[in-house]
């Protein structure tokens, strides 16, 4: 495997009230930056946290699913990234059975990376968690 392997995947959790309807948006995009796949999810009621949390979790299985082994997760979240590295602690019960889920699937990849990016350079997840805010189904 090269590193044209890779699949970078961009995952944000939108909540309209915190708590409130939320939505997630996920995009595998290839080396080239060319997206492949998408999940665009209404999750129900959710704190913001809790659906950036969902958006990883749900980008893990899928990349499970797909048999993709090299993966860099890129969030806008900074408290998910660093709760994820283990910078910072998971107080809140909700948040830690995520962190919790998604320690136990990273074993599953051949390599696992995750890494803060500003909320400017993840349109196209945030895009995709609207388009589900949106929906009438």
């Known amino acids: 495997m090269s590193s044209k392997d890779t699949t970078f995947i961009y995952c944000d959790g939108s909540s309209r009230g915190n708590p409130g309807p939320a939505a997630i948006g996920v995009s595998f995009q290839n080396n080239d930056g060319i997206e492949f796949?998408?999940?665009?999810?209404?999750?129900?009621n959710a704190t913001n946290n809790v659906a950036e949390w969902q958006a990883l979790f749900r980008g893990m299985e899928e990349a499970i699913k797909q048999n993709l082994q090299k993966i860099k997760f890129r969030l806008d979240s900074e408290l998910v990234v660093k709760q994820m590295k283990g910078e910072y602690k998971?107080?809140?019960k909700d948040l830690l059975v995520f962190k919790n889920k998604c320690d136990s699937l990273k074993s599953s990849f051949q390599n696992f990376e995750i890494q803060y990016i500003p909320r400017e350079q993840n349109t196209r997840a945030d895009q995709l968690a609207n388009l589900a805010q949106d929906s009438k189904i």
Do not use: A, H, R, T
């Open 90 to 92: 998971v107080k809140n």
């Open 37 to 44: 796949f998408f999940l665009s999810e209404k999750i129900g």
